[in-house]
């Protein structure tokens, strides 16, 4: 199985700040790299598909890059309903699919 | 919309089926994938099923212990996990995937908790 790693765990931000989350894939996984953000107690929420492509509805603050093994999700000015966990997941390949073990944005 | 069964209390050993019904999209144009979340950790992706074909795959975790089933008639997804364990305690959450690359989960149902206790 490709084996996703997320750095770092966890994180202290502060309103307005830029944040930057990496996820490392086992292997090339070409751009098959999704972002999720989930809330205490809530279903996670898709925010970018393919490493880039921002979903309908998800704020223009939130932007993916990356290929191959090493991706970035990055938000531009941290809000207070951003701070939640985000998981990166690799849909490379047949479904065998896998999760990073996500990163937890909390209030510094 | 994905809306998930009740939750469960199983003892070691039994059975468990989840259901997951569907509206608002042609179940047969996606597919649909079970993800669950041990508590206080993180997604783990289990298994997906093509609505349209019916083909499964799985996570080699649970392989062999999960039995995925759909009904076109109710557009209902089911996912059966059996030999229950304590470490499968967990909402167990299912997800619309698309059928083709990119894939990904963009609708997710609101969770059904299973909790395995003797």
């Known amino acids: 199985d490709i084996q996703m790693t997320q750095s770092p765990s966890s994180l202290s931000a502060s309103v307005g700040d830029r944040v930057a989350i990496s996820c490392r894939a086992s292997?090339?996984?070409?751009?098959?790299l999704n972002w999720y953000q989930q809330k205490p107690g809530k279903a996670p929420e898709l925010l970018i598909s393919?490493?880039?492509s921002l979903q309908s509805g998800v704020p223009s603050r939130f932007s993916g890059s990356g290929s191959g093994t090493d991706f970035t999700l990055t938000i531009s000015s941290l809000q207070p309903e951003d701070f939640a966990t985000y998981y990166c997941?690799?849909?490379?390949?047949?479904?065998?699919?896998?999760f990073g073990q996500g990163t937890k944005v909390e209030i510094k | 919309q994905l809306v998930q069964s009740g939750p469960e209390v199983k003892k070691p050993g039994a059975s468990v089926k989840v259901s997951c019904k569907t509206s608002?999209?042609?179940?047969?144009?996606?597919?649909l994938s079970w993800v669950r979340q041990a508590p206080g950790q993180g997604l783990e992706w289990m298994a997906w099923?093509?609505?349209?074909?019916?083909?499964?795959s799985f996570a080699q975790k649970v392989r062999g212990r999960v039995i995925m089933t759909t009904d076109t008639s109710t557009n209902t997804a089911y996912m059966e996990l059996r030999s229950l364990r304590s470490d499968d305690t967990a909402v167990y959450y299912c997800?619309?995937?698309?059928?083709?690359?990119?894939?990904?989960?963009?609708?997710w149902g609101q969770g059904t908790l299973v909790t395995i206790s003797s």
């Open positions: 997800a619309r995937a698309r059928a083709s690359y990119p894939y990904y989960f963009d609708y």
């Open positions: 608002g999209y042609i179940f047969a144009s996606f597919g």
């Open positions: 099923i093509n609505g349209y074909n019916g083909n499964t």
């Open positions: 292997q090339n996984i070409y751009s098959y």
């Open positions: 393919a490493a880039s």
């Open positions: 997941q690799q849909s490379s390949g047949t479904p065998a699919w896998t």
